[in-house]
């Protein structure tokens, strides 16, 4: 059998199609791309569009898969990055990466002199008080806090030590409840909110959580968490869409129920039937072995 010609293997590769998951197209593998991470696969154009958008509005957070239901989790490597993506966006992802990794970093911060803007190393201290720091680049003492000038006996407008959020029946607590930025409780990337809906969903780690107390709401189908508490009748609709939403829901757990009870049956029905037949075919394949003559050598 002889080997196909380089023109014939490009000639089954474009006779087999794919669908894309993003756009639900069918295109050749010469026009798909494979995730390296995560294995995922999609064409080529969506990929580049997505990662545009990515880029765009992520702030700098890593690129994940565009698969929702994607098991691994994977994240776009930064040389997939740059084959979607031209050279000027992929800069712009390189620089807002490293700001967000700067913001991210409690040894890190910015110096505050307009024309210098490095990023400089915060020594903490273990009373928490703010203390001084040494621009690296413009030689600029700052306060860590205040980012004011640190001169001999000062004293720092926000003096007040940084307080880590204290828990209330393992619901965490902020004093800035209606803070219009906060971070992730789960990745700690920055999230902006300016109206809407307090159940929040990151778009970075697909983490669900409410806006005011940061509590967990992955597994709150029924969105009971704004029916008592502190966050009681906070969660930004109204009391008619709450109970449509979780009307719903029941009517999809209920729909299941029906389905497995319907089916179930119709199985305890099916299983002598299924029994007898396996038997049927474990005693015909017996009997032929039995029949079989010896041979002799």
């Given at each position: 059998?002889?080997?196909?010609?380089?023109?014939?293997?490009?000639?089954?590769?474009?006779?087999?199609?794919?669908?894309?998951?993003?756009?639900?197209?069918?295109?050749p593998s010469t026009e798909m791309s494979r995730l390296h991470m995560c294995d995922c696969i999609f064409c080529t154009p969506c990929l580049q569009q997505y990662v545009l958008f990515a880029i765009g509005g992520g702030c700098g957070a890593p690129v994940t898969c565009p698969d929702m239901a994607c098991r691994e989790k994977g994240v776009l490597l930064d040389s997939e990055i740059a084959c979607f993506a031209p050279s000027d966006k992929v800069q712009l992802y390189q620089r807002l990466k490293y700001e967000r990794g700067v913001q991210l970093d409690p040894s890190k911060t910015w110096c505050p002199v307009l024309k210098c803007q490095a990023a400089c190393s915060v020594d903490p201290r273990s009373d928490g008080q703010p203390g001084s720091v040494l621009c690296p680049a413009c030689r600029t003492v700052f306060c860590s806090v205040c980012k004011s000038d640190w001169r001999q006996g000062h004293s720092c407008?926000?003096?007040?030590?940084?307080?880590?959020?204290s828990f209330d029946n393992g619901i965490q607590?902020?004093?800035e409840a209606d803070s219009p930025i906060k971070q992730?409780?789960?990745c700690a990337v920055y999230i902006e909110r300016n109206q809407g809906c307090a159940q929040m969903l990151c778009k970075n780690c697909k983490h669900t959580f409410c806006w005011y107390c940061l509590e967990c709401l992955d597994g709150d189908i029924f969105l009971r968490h704004y029916d008592k508490g502190p966050c009681r009748n906070k969660l930004g609709h109204s009391r008619a869409s709450v109970m449509w939403n979780r009307t719903q829901v029941v009517g999809i757990l209920v729909g299941v129920s029906i389905i497995v009870l319907v089916t179930s049956p119709l199985l305890v029905l099916a299983s002598p039937c299924i029994i007898c037949c396996i038997c049927k075919s474990?005693?015909?394949?017996?009997?032929?072995k039995e029949t079989r003559p010896d041979t002799k050598i």
């Open positions: 059998m002889s080997a196909m010609s380089p023109d014939e293997q490009e000639d089954v590769a474009l006779r087999i199609l794919t669908t894309c998951k993003l756009c639900l197209s069918m295109y407008s926000k003096s007040q030590p940084l307080k880590r959020p607590v902020s004093d992730c409780p789960g474990c005693r015909g394949k017996k009997k032929k």
